[in-house]
């Protein structure tokens, strides 16, 4: 539901804020609009981010924010497999 998916973005933001100092790389697999701010917020902390996603799925937000960060999870899939 979409509810569900609201508090599931919530939660994962809430995590990588909580978690900030036990990391220097953060990976997304989403590509949803809703982490453009956490992901300008990372970048203005000084952590390093990497958006995996598909380009059907990917926000033009999100996408613009990770710029070279990005990579098409279509990219993976033989490693994947």
Known sequence: SEKH???LDIEI???MFNTIDR???AI???G???FSRPLQILRARGKEFLVV???GFV???VRQIAGMHYVDFADLRE???
């Open 23 to 25: 990391y220097d790389e």
């Open 5 to 7: 998916k609201a508090n």
């Open 59 to 61: 926000s033009k937000e």
């Open 32 to 34: 949803d609009a809703d």
């Open 13 to 15: 933001v809430v995590d």
């Open 79 to 81: 490693t994947v497999e």
């Open 53 to 55: 996603s598909t380009k």
């Open 28 to 30: 997304l697999v989403s």
